[in-house]
């Protein structure tokens, strides 16, 4: 007897039952356990309970990035896509395809370098001189309009979240250091939502005592955080297709005067 190799190996869901499941767990108990979507997205993507106070820092992710209003690259393109008569699918493709490293993939790129510099036990200053000399970006440092003076709500919402449920917070102190160091050059230049977000993921994946060290560093490399904004930024953009349809918006022409025409 020959045993066929299956073509697809699936770890998270089973739908061969009488019910399908979400990493062994019934929907219908995910639903009655009141897990939530951090539950669930706890259950598919983490393949286990994540104790609740991860799951609501899930969510707390999703809230405070679903949309950013209509002028940032993927709301833009998902906005001309609906005016111009395309259906939600291809308006949200629209959208979602602008993400990359200059629009909402900061965050990967943030807990890479943060966890790099600090794994290597650089201290703020040495890391900031190092990205200097090497003329890079740090990813999660830097905002058009807000500084130390105007912070950001949503950082100060995340920051007080992980403070209040974790006991400790090595990268985010570490980030906060960078951040004293940054701002001394440009006010702006703080810590932002991206780069907040990615290294309070980290802290929660290497101290909730759920996973290993090696896969809490597997799931940052995997891209677990673009992975969470890709599904709240999906929020916002299928809200903006709805907007513009219920608003019976015209075809969408950029105006002329906003051109400097080189040709």
């Given at each position: 007897l020959v045993r066929k190799p299956a073509n697809i190996v699936c770890s998270i869901s089973d739908d061969r039952g009488a019910e399908a499941t979400y990493a062994g767990v019934p929907i219908s108990e995910v639903a009655k356990d009141e897990l939530g979507v951090g539950g669930a997205i706890s259950l598919l993507w983490f393949r286990r309970r994540l104790p609740p106070y991860f799951c609501k820092f899930l969510e707390l992710c999703m809230?405070?990035?679903?949309?950013?209003?209509?002028?940032?690259?993927?709301?833009?393109?998902?906005?001309?896509?609906?005016?111009?008569?395309?259906?939600?699918?291809?308006?949200?493709?629209?959208?979602?395809?602008?993400?990359?490293?200059?629009?909402?993939?900061?965050l990967d790129d943030a807990a890479r370098m943060f966890c790099e510099a600090f794994d290597l036990q650089l201290t703020p200053e040495k890391f900031v001189e190092k990205c200097k000399a090497e003329k890079t970006v740090i990813a999660g440092i830097g905002h058009r309009i807000k500084s130390l003076d105007n912070p950001d709500?949503?950082?100060?919402?995340?920051?007080?979240?992980?403070?209040?449920?974790?006991?400790?917070?090595?990268?985010?102190?570490?980030?906060?250091?960078?951040?004293?160091?940054?701002?001394?050059?440009?006010?702006?230049?703080?810590l932002n939502v991206d780069g907040c977000i990615a290294v309070c993921f980290v802290d929660l994946l290497r101290t909730c005592g759920e996973f290993s060290r090696s896969e809490a560093d597997?799931?940052?490399?995997?891209?677990?955080?673009?992975?969470?904004?890709?599904?709240?930024?999906?929020?916002?953009?299928?809200?903006?297709?709805?907007?513009?349809?219920?608003?019976?918006?015209?075809?969408?022409?950029?105006?002329q005067d906003d051109v400097t025409y080189l040709a």
């Amino acid at each position: 007897l020959v045993r066929k190799p299956a073509n697809i190996v699936c770890s998270i869901s089973d739908d061969r039952g009488a019910e399908a499941t979400y990493a062994g767990v019934p929907i219908s108990e995910v639903a009655k356990d009141e897990l939530g979507v951090g539950g669930a997205i706890s259950l598919l993507w983490f393949r286990r309970r994540l104790p609740p106070y991860f799951c609501k820092f899930l969510e707390l992710c999703m809230i405070t990035t679903a949309d950013h209003g209509p002028c940032v690259s993927g709301a833009h393109n998902t906005i001309v896509a609906a005016r111009a008569g395309k259906d939600l699918v291809s308006s949200l493709i629209s959208g979602l395809a602008t993400i990359g490293p200059r629009f909402g993939s900061a965050l990967d790129d943030a807990a890479r370098m943060f966890c790099e510099a600090f794994d290597l036990q650089l201290t703020p200053e040495k890391f900031v001189e190092k990205c200097k000399a090497e003329k890079t970006v740090i990813a999660g440092i830097g905002h058009r309009i807000k500084s130390l003076d105007n912070p950001d709500a949503r950082v100060v919402l995340i920051k007080e979240y992980v403070k209040k449920h974790l006991s400790s917070t090595p990268l985010l102190d570490f980030a906060l250091a960078v951040e004293q160091v940054t701002t001394k050059k440009k006010a702006s230049l703080i810590l932002n939502v991206d780069g907040c977000i990615a290294v309070c993921f980290v802290d929660l994946l290497r101290t909730c005592g759920e996973f290993s060290r090696s896969e809490a560093d597997d799931f940052v490399r995997h891209g677990v955080l673009n992975g969470l904004f890709v599904s709240s930024r999906t929020l916002g953009l299928v809200g903006h297709f709805l907007d513009q349809r219920r608003l019976k918006q015209p075809l969408y022409r950029h105006p002329q005067d906003d051109v400097t025409y080189l040709a």
